[in-house]
C-alpha cells in the first residue's frame, strides 16, 4: 500500500479561502495538500464583483488563476477528491477521501464553504446565483434601479429592504404567507413604499437564468429582474462533528481571532465561518489562517 507523506497542513476546500491559506503556507515552505470536490457554491454565478483587481471576472477565471499561482509553490499540492472522514491522530489528523486514499497531517484547515439549500420551487436552482441573489454587494449594483423583490421574512427581509432601498425604489417583500414584522417596522416599509406580498411563489419564470416573472400559488404573478432570497444552508458532510468543532449561532463554525476552531489544531475559514460571503472576506480569511497555521508551527518546531 502506498504510504503518503506527512504534510504540515491539509487544507479542505480548494476555493478562495482554502487557496488564500495554501499560497501563505507555500511562501513560508510548508508542505500542504488542498483537497477539492470542484464543487463550489457560486459555480452558476456569472460574475464576481466587490474584489479589487477582480471585479466582474467570473469566480471560476478568478479561482483557476489563484489555483495556477498557488501550484507555481514546490510544496503545494491540490488533488480533486471529496474528503469523507477526518480524525485526530497520534501525528495531528487523519483524513480519508471518498477514493479511498489516506492523508497524515499535523494541521487540518476546513475551507469546505457551505450547501445552500434551495426551496423546491421550479425555476429557482436555474436562476440562483445569477437573478435569484443573495447579496447586495455582490450583486446589487448590476439590478440598480430594477424591479426586485426580497423573498424573505421578520427581521432578516427587513434588513435586507434597508441595504436594497438604496438601490431601487421599485421594491417587494415576498413573504411566503402571512408578514412577520413588528408593527414599527411594518410602518417603515408603508412609510418608504415597499410593497408586501404575503404570497407563496410556485415559479420562477425565466430565460438561461435570467428572471422575467414570479408566479404565485394563488395564480397571479408579478414581473421582476431580480429576487434576493434568504435560504437555509448546512454545512457538508460530517468533517464538522467527527472533528468535534463547536458551532456559532449562526450555524457556522466558531473560530477565534486566529481562525482557530474549538478542536486544537483545526482551522477554519470562509464561508463556513464567515456569514458576509464573498470573495474579498474569503480571501482576508484564507490568508489569515494561514499565517496563523504556519506560526504556530513554527512555534511548536522552533
Known amino acids: 500500500m502506498k504510504t503518503n507523506p506527512i504534510y504540515d497542513t491539509l487544507i479542505i476546500g480548494g476555493s478562495f479561502a482554502g487557496l488564500s491559506a495554501a499560497m501563505a503556507l507555500g511562501r513560508t515552505l510548508r508542505r500542504v495538500l488542498v483537497i477539492d470536490s470542484g464543487q463550489p457554491c457560486n459555480r452558476q454565478t456569472p460574475h464576481s ?27 503545494v ?11 485526530s491522530h497520534e501525528l495531528g489528523f487523519e ?18 464553504g457551505i450547501k445552500d439549500e434551495l426551496p423546491n420551487i421550479p425555476g429557482f436552482a436555474d436562476c440562483w446565483g445569477i437573478s435569484v441573489i443573495h447579496c447586495p454587494y455582490c450583486h446589487g449594483f448590476e ?8 423573498l424573505a421574512q421578520g427581521d432578516r427581509a427587513y434588513h435586507l ?37 404575503e404570497k407563496q411563489p410556485s415559479e420562477i419564470i425565466h430565460q438561461n437564468g435570467v428572471l422575467t416573472w414570479v408566479n404565485f400559488s394563488d395564480r397571479t404573478s408579478e414581473p421582476f429582474d431580480a429576487v434576493y432570497a434568504d435560504v437555509p444552508f448546512s454545512l457538508p458532510g460530517k468533517l464538522v462533528e467527527q472533528l468535534g468543532c463547536k458551532l456559532a449561532n449562526t450555524g457556522r463554525i466558531q473560530v477565534d481571532q486566529f481562525q ?43
Open 161 to 197: 429592504a434597508t441595504l436594497v432601498s438604496q438601490l431601487t425604489d421599485q421594491l417587494q417583500i415576498i413573504t411566503s404567507g402571512p408578514a412577520d414584522f413588528s408593527p414599527e417596522q411594518r410602518e417603515k416599509l408603508d412609510s418608504t413604499g415597499i410593497g408586501i406580498l
Open 49 to 75: 464583483h466587490n474584489f479589487l483587481t477582480q471585479d466582474g471576472k467570473t469566480p471560476a477565471e478568478i479561482a483557476e488563476t489563484a489555483k495556477q499561482q498557488v501550484l507555481a509553490y514546490a510544496t
Open 260 to 302: 482557530q476552531t474549538s478542536a486544537p489544531g483545526v482551522y477554519a475559514a470562509g464561508d463556513c465561518v464567515n456569514p458576509l460571503r464573498s470573495v474579498a472576506a474569503s480571501v482576508a480569511a484564507g490568508n489569515l489562517a494561514g499565517a496563523m497555521i504556519n506560526h504556530f508551527l513554527a512555534v511548536e518546531q522552533f
Open 143 to 150: 439590478f440598480r434601479g430594477k424591479k426586485t423583490g426580497i
Open 95 to 112: 483524513v480519508k477521501t471518498q477514493s479511498g486514499e489516506i492523508f497524515l497531517s499535523k494541521k487540518l484547515l476546513l475551507a469546505f
Open 77 to 87: 499540492e491540490f488533488r480533486e477528491d471529496l474528503v469523507t472522514q477526518a480524525r
